[in-house]
Every structure is written in C-alpha cells, then in structure tokens.
Nanobody
C-alpha cells in the first residue's frame, strides 16, 4: 500500500487543521490499523491517533484526546486537529498495517507502511 500525507502548513494558535492520508494500491478494507504519528523538533516520533477499518477505536494519545479526531472516508483517512498549540508543531506521519489488533494500533513498530510526512507549524 502507498500512503501520502498532506494538509500541513503554518497555522496560528487556536486554529484548526485537517490532515489527509491518501491510500492507494490497496483497498481500504484490506487494511487493519490506520494511525497518525508525529515527530516534534528534537524529539522522537510518537503515537497520536489510530483506528481500525473494522470499527475498532479510535485510540488517542492522552495528551491530544480532547482535540484530535481520526476518521476515514473512502480511500482516505484524516486527522482533524482543533485548537492548535505551539507544542503541536511537528511532522505528522500516517501509517497503515493489515493487522487489526488494537494493541498493535498504538505502537509504531508494528506499522509496515508509512507516508512521507507533512509539516505542521503552529506559530503566531
């Protein structure tokens, strides 16, 4: 499967943004876990949100659960981010795997396929 993340940019604090991940070369229903991860400047990549194509989840990192929403539509899945904060500045990656195990969904080491990342910069 090929994944392409898009939708990043420069955003002022308090604004919202929706990131998209295009899924190609494989049917969405052939996938299991769909996830979003981010890598902030100087930090390790971390889990943000995930769900399964069979309706499992969604799962969110504790620090973002009130502001982030993951959802799918046809051959896309999205990460909607509300009330952006400077700490949300990061490169955001989408990822997918064929496994449905919810424990796997939140752990990046199980993801086989990754998009290239899209940069979100939150600054006034």
């Amino acid at each position: 499967v090929q994944l392409q993340a898009s939708g990043g940019g420069l955003v002022q604090p308090g604004y919202s943004l929706t990131l998209s991940c295009t899924v190609s070369q494989r049917r969405m229903d052939a996938l299991g876990c769909l996830g979003w991860f981010r890598r902030a400047p100087g930090k390790e990549r971390e889990f943000v949100a995930a769900m399964t194509t069979s309706g499992g989840g969604p799962f969110y990192a504790h620090s973002v659960r009130d502001r982030f929403t993951i959802y799918t539509d046809k051959n896309f899945f999205y990460l909607q981010i509300a009330d952006l904060q400077p700490d949300d500045t990061a490169v955001y990656f989408c990822a997918a795997m064929t496994e449905y195990n919810s424990e796997y969904c939140v752990d990046q080491k199980y993801y086989a396929d990754w998009g290239q990342g899209t940069l979100v910069t939150v600054s006034s």
